[in-house]
T-cell receptor, first 116, second 114 residues
């Protein structure tokens, strides 16, 4: 069963629009960690944010904000006033405490295209 | 990404050839991982090593072998490459298992099997 679902495969916006990338996860673990990574066209994976399961405080970093809601098992990512440089593939990932090796479970990614 | 180094960055193989992808880290991390990334599939775990001397299968291990040579190095071997193994391969490391620290990724190896 898929544990991390990013239902939006591709999103296209025009510069300065706000955009929200959805992430829904599934876990039976009480302690887990959620992450967002960005993969620009150059191909490397850039870590953006992490969130512990026991910390539901939302976070804002410049134009980026994250909304973590345990009640709906969601960890959504909003970019305010999008820019062309935001064009990338964005991955949401889950790490469960009990899982051997503590590997990340990735969603399939959302490709964001921002046009000028 | 200075902490995790993958070699080579690009490689083209013919079906049936063998090859080893190298990964080295200088962060003194215990855990190391190999993922593959395919279009529309996200990243999937091939093998991991929780500590030096141990390795375990991930979600998609078939056709691969790994070796944790020492704490720094974790290699991925394709014994007989197949076109289905055309992918981008990422190596990653993690310092503490029960922490909220992110995994650190290498820049990837783009592998094409003809």
């Amino acid at each position: 069963a898929q544990k991390v679902t990013q239902a939006q495969t591709e999103i296209s916006v025009v510069e300065k629009e706000d955009v929200t990338l959805d992430c829904v996860y599934e876990t039976r673990d009480t302690t887990y960690y959620l992450f967002w990574y960005k993969q620009p066209p150059s191909g490397e994976l850039v870590f953006l944010i992490r969130r512990n399961s026991f910390d539901e405080q939302n976070e804002i970093s410049g134009r980026y904000s994250w909304n973590f809601q345990k009640s709906t098992s969601s960890f959504n990512f909003t970019i305010t006033a999008s820019q062309v440089v935001d064009s990338a593939v964005y991955f949401c990932a889950l790490r469960e405490d009990y899982q051997a090796g503590t590997a990340l479970i990735f969603g399939k990614g959302t490709t964001l295209s921002v046009s000028s | 990404n200075a902490g995790v180094t993958q070699t080579p960055k690009f490689q083209v193989l013919k079906t049936g050839q063998s090859m080893t992808l190298q990964c080295a880290q200088d962060m003194n991390h215990n855990s190391m991982y190999w993922y593959r990334q395919d279009p529309g599939m996200g990243l999937r775990l091939i093998y991991y090593s929780a500590s030096e001397g141990t390795t375990d299968k991930g979600e998609v291990p078939n056709g691969y072998n790994v070796s944790r040579l020492n704490k720094r190095e974790f290699s991925l071997r394709l014994e007989s490459a197949a076109p289905s193994q055309t992918s981008v391969y990422f190596c990653a490391t993690l310092g503490q298992r029960n922490s909220n620290q992110p995994q650190h990724f290498g820049d990837g190896t783009r592998l094409s099997i003809l």
